[in-house]
């Protein structure tokens, strides 16, 4: 069974604080992750990674895999109250219908 | 302006009714999905759709139904078989083949009364 864990469930920061969001994987076949950001109602589209090693940024947050030891990390600096959201992480297998798994994401509270 | 939408934002259900969910998407995805999100817990799957008139169960679909008359439209009934239907409820389509990435709809909260 295919299986995506995020850690941690839930974190408190301050504002400008720095947060590093894990996300690991046991799939079968393993062709994406993805990350999403979930404020209040629908997730947005963060990241999708394929490869290993190759960073994607998009502002203050990066993204990197690492398909040898199976993680995915999502890294957010200079917090603002703004990243406060549910970050959920999916992994996508290939072959067949595409119906990724979805860990139980990562709930992040930023304070002023 | 393309997008997925679902409506109502909140329904209330009686015991014993079934209550049908909408999703519609003009975004000319092939490919449609129903979660299911409950407090502290990820995305679990009900049903999934790759072509119309063509659709699967996912993880926890009992008590629930679906059907796939329209590529735009993905209906899902909560049946009176499903003992615990209050949760917020997803829907979110995708390109299909070679399309990976899931756009959402701002969800349903479904509550028993």
């Known amino acids: 069974e295919d299986k995506v864990v995020q850690s941690p469930l839930s974190l408190v920061v301050h504002e400008g604080d720095t947060v590093t969001l894990n996300c690991s994987y046991e799939?079968?076949?393993?062709?994406?992750l993805l990350w999403y950001k979930q404020e209040k109602k629908a997730p947005t589209f963060l990241f999708m990674l394929?490869?290993?090693?190759i960073e994607k940024k998009s502002g203050r947050l990066s993204s990197i895999l690492d398909k040898k030891e199976l993680f995915s990390i999502l890294n957010i600096t200079a917090t603002q109250t703004g990243d406060s959201a549910v970050y959920l992480c999916?992994?996508?297998?290939?072959?067949?219908?595409?119906?990724?798994?979805f860990g139980r994401g990562t709930s992040l509270i930023v304070h002023p | 302006d393309g997008g997925i939408t679902q409506s109502p934002k909140y329904l209330f259900r009686k015991e014993g009714q079934n209550v049908t969910l909408s999703c519609e998407q003009n975004?000319?995805?092939?490919?449609m999905y129903w979660y299911r999100q409950d407090p502290g817990q990820g995305l679990r799957l009900i049903y999934y759709s790759q072509i119309v008139n063509d659709f699967q169960k996912g993880d926890i679909a009992e008590g629930y139904s679906v059907s796939r008359e329209k590529k735009e439209s993905f209906p899902l009934t909560v049946t009176s078989a499903q003992k615990n239907p209050t949760a917020f409820y997803l829907c979110a389509s995708s390109a299909g083949q070679g399309g990976e990435t899931q756009y959402f709809g701002p969800g349903t909260r479904l509550l028993v009364l």
């Open positions: 799939v079968t076949n393993f062709r994406s």
């Open positions: 394929t490869s290993s090693g």
């Open positions: 975004l000319n995805h092939d490919a």
């Open positions: 999916a992994v996508g297998t290939s072959g067949g219908s595409y119906i990724p798994t």
